[in-house]
């Protein structure tokens, strides 16, 4: 059955006419036809799937990398073929921009025909109306077909009057709803690439009694439209005084996040309090608070007792308990030195899995270090991840774990002391100047979409034909536009409205 | 009795009544009678299972003191109800005791998965979640996702008609008419579903839209249901396509609350699943 019906199809498509203009017009109604809107927005819904399974760029660089690493044989194909940035690869825009190309193909002789429909007049009564749904004839004493026109008019047909008969035309609105609905659409696409265009986007972290001041080289990760203004980004700069964070302690969700409060001052001078859902704005510019850590702060000395490190280093949460990773980077001693760590703010030893953290807030801190010697590879001019240390040319020196205060004297005569713990708070910070337009857009077309989805096209025909003697007689019958409307309804409310005939609630109640 | 475990009581007891009224649902199909008793009592059932769960949402709510869509496990109860209620809804207007058995179905193993495996216990929201637009999207994407099950139960009755099964049921073409119209009702909240999480993702996250996995599923799901609007007016697509093609909108909803949610992390996982 189902081949038959692709068999007839194919034979019914026309083929190409060999001239150039003709392949054209071929092509584009090909293009604008419904069976490829269809086809391109399920192809859209297809392409979409990979970047909703894979780690996409434009989330997190470092997830991206990660799958890399532990999937290498795949990492260079699925590159090649911007599976890691699926919605802004060639293919994901090529679907999308037929898409748009086949709407406006759609739209715009739409649009024509709509504008014409104003102008001209319902058309005639068909001959044979009695052919047609809810068709009636109905004797009558007292009513003309003045009256019967004045009653439609006054309840929103558009009438034609042709001697003996008449059509009544409504639902106009439909296809004003449709017509909105899918320019909206094209509009809200438009939105979306110039926001894409002219938008800025930069995560930051700042750790407790840092600040932060909005400068290109203070993000940890900045992306920006390709045309944004850099010297445009507004100047601020905020203190984060104090990170409040607070986890459900009964049986039930524990472990859950309760509270986030980043207290900050706003360029020296404004207290504010950020929440998760509550952003506070500068000059267009809007900073969120994103997520938050710990930064466990070390020291370490070498050999001599010289201090050669000492600061506090952000560690990135793995999982809900906070188990975090980090690392430490020594380029300067010679060898040079790195340290692998992860920081458990509840430790506690699972039999299967070693060492892991059963709570986020800081119960039992431990921080479990390797340390390794050797060549870090900061030297050969790759950019390197702060969070990354590779040890291909090192060589490990011993492992420990510390309580805050602890200090871990090694073999080789360094101390490294574990000081204590602080918290960071990572920001988001974003402006992006076609959110407005993107609402108005989204707006509209929920709005062409009531229309066009809840309005029906629909007419009536009416004809009394003129009669010497005895009472007249009027016909009725319409018809819908789409399958799924009544037309019975409206011939009931119009016979209604004109007193001949009362309904009562229907019985009928089968689909 | 707390009345935290007084709302998980009353879902055992929508579901044990949901499981006999399978029985009961069964017992109007193959009867050619159509307004038999069975099916009456059937009915009148499922309103009590509707009842029952509402009032298990509502306690809930009492319990933590927020509306009851915190997590995965109100989230299926919630739209549990919310696909009963769709189907009673109708019923009011409509005799559809013949599609009740492909309601309750859907709606044990929902409720079944709730209890068994996503039960989480009532407790205050995670900060992402405190903000007045948990309500608001929340409970659109419900209510679509109730009436979508209608749509999909719909379909598959749609491909079975057509096939010549389940005889004493309406023609296919009506019960096409019909899952059209649930469409037309579930598809414009839907959307607004989808528009009301990006302004939420504005103010939470600093974008209205990141693709985020389950930002994704909602676009994919979308696309799927305007797909199907668009393929009932298409020659060769009307029918058993556009039913297939429905049925693949249903799949990205399941596809989004189980898979998405329990197993791919992204910006939507909260504690307690």
């Known amino acids: ?511 | 009795m707390s009345t935290n475990s007084l709302s998980n009581l009353l879902v055992y007891f929508a579901i044990f009544l949901s499981a006999f009224n399978i029985i009961l649902f069964s017992i109007t199909l193959s009867q050619s009678k159509k307004q038999s008793r069975v099916s009456n009592i059937a009915m009148a059932l499922t309103w009590l299972i509707g009842t029952f769960l509402a009032v298990a949402l509502i306690l809930r709510a009492v319990a933590a003191q927020r509306a009851p869509m915190g997590n995965m496990y109100e989230f299926a109860v919630a739209s549990a109800t919310a696909i009963i209620f769709a189907f009673l809804f109708i019923s009011i207007k409509k005799d559809i005791s013949w599609l009740g058995i492909f309601i309750i179905v859907p709606v044990i193993i929902l409720l079944g998965l709730a209890v068994i495996v996503l039960y989480t216990e009532s407790g205050p929201l995670v900060p992402a979640l405190k903000s007045s637009w948990l309500l608001i999207h929340v409970s659109s994407a419900i209510i679509s996702y109730g009436a979508f099950t209608i749509n999909f139960a719909l379909s598959i009755l749609y491909l079975l008609r057509v096939k010549g099964k389940l005889k004493s049921l309406p023609s296919p073409d009506r019960i096409d008419e019909f899952s059209y119209k649930v469409v037309l009702f579930a598809f414009p909240i839907w959307t607004f579903a989808v528009i009301s999480g990006a302004i939420w993702a504005e103010s939470a996250w600093g974008r209205y839209w990141g693709w985020d996995p389950k930002e994704t599923w909602a676009f994919i799901t979308w696309i799927i249901y305007a797909a199907y609007l668009h393929s009932r007016v298409t020659v060769g697509w009307k029918g058993t396509k556009a039913a297939w093609v429905s049925i693949f909108g249903y799949a990205a909803i399941v596809f989004n609350f189980f898979v998405i949610n329990i197993w791919v992390t992204g910006l939507h996982s909260y504690a307690g699943v």
Not at chain 1, 357 to 380: I, R
């Open chain 1, 1 to 511: 059955m189902k081949k038959q019906i692709s068999a007839k199809q194919r034979t019914e498509t026309p083929l190409p006419p060999l001239d150039f203009a003709g392949f054209l017009r071929w092509t584009w109604r090909q293009l604008t036809s419904m069976n490829t809107a269809l086809l391109l927005l399920l192809l859209v819904a297809l392409a979409a799937i990979p970047g909703s399974l894979l780690p996409q760029r434009t989330a997190s660089i470092l997830k991206v990398n990660n799958w890399k690493n532990e999937n290498p044989s795949l990492a260079q194909i699925f590159d090649n073929l911007s599976l890691f940035d699926v919605y802004g690869s060639f293919w994901f825009s090529a679907i999308y921009i037929l898409l748009m190309i086949s709407l406006i193909g759609c739209v715009i002789p739409r649009l024509k025909v709509y504008w014409q429909s104003f102008n001209e007049q319902p058309q005639s009564p068909p001959i044979k109306i009695e052919r047609f749904e809810g068709y009636r004839k109905i004797q009558l004493t007292n009513t003309s077909l003045n009256k019967i026109e004045a009653e439609l008019k006054n309840s929103g047909w558009r009438i034609n009057r042709e001697g003996n008969g008449l059509t009544a035309e409504k639902g106009y609105a439909r296809e004003a709803g449709n017509l909105v609905f899918h320019a909206s659409m094209i509009f809200l696409t438009i939105a979306l690439a110039l926001g894409a265009l002219f938008s800025y986007r930069g995560t930051v972290i700042v750790k407790e009694g840092n600040g932060f001041a909005n400068t290109l080289t203070q993000y940890d990760d900045f992306r920006a439209g390709k045309l944004f203004n850099i010297e445009s980004m507004p100047n601020f700069f905020f203190t984060l005084n104090d990170f409040v964070v607070e986890f459900e302690r009964s049986i039930n969700q524990t472990g859950s996040p309760r509270k986030f409060e980043a207290d900050i001052t706003l360029n020296g001078k404004d207290d504010l309090m950020v929440l998760v859902n509550k952003p506070f704005n500068v000059a267009g510019t809007k900073i969120y608070l994103t997520g938050h850590g710990y930064a466990p702060r070390v020291e370490i000395l070498n050999q001599k007792q010289e201090i050669v490190y000492s600061d506090s280093i952000t560690f990135l949460p793995q999982d809900g308990n906070f188990t975090s990773t980090g690392v430490i980077k020594i380029p300067d001693e010679k060898p040079q030195l790195g340290i692998k760590a992860s920081f458990l703010p509840t430790a506690n030893i699972d039999p299967m899995n070693g060492p892991i953290s059963t709570f986020p807030a800081l119960d039992n801190p431990q921080l479990f270090m390797t340390l390794w010697q050797g060549d870090l590879g900061v030297n050969e001019g790759i950019a390197q991840s702060i969070y990354r240390l590779d040890t291909t040319k090192m060589t490990e020196l011993g492992i420990e774990e510390l309580k805050p205060g602890e200090t871990w004297k090694t073999e080789q005569g360094m101390e490294i002391k574990f000081l204590g713990v602080e918290q960071f708070a990572s920001f988001q910070v974003a402006y992006e100047p076609g959110r407005f337009l993107a609402l108005i857009g989204a707006t509209l077309a929920m709005l062409g979409m009531f229309f066009g989805l809840g309005i029906q096209r629909r007419k009536i025909w009416v004809l009394m034909p003129k009669v010497q003697n005895g009472p007249s007689v009027i016909e009725i019958a319409g018809l819908a536009k789409s399958d799924s409307h009544d037309i019975n309804k409206d011939i009931d409310k119009v016979l209604q409205k004109l007193g001949i005939i009362k309904i009562e609630k229907k019985g009928n109640r089968s689909i």
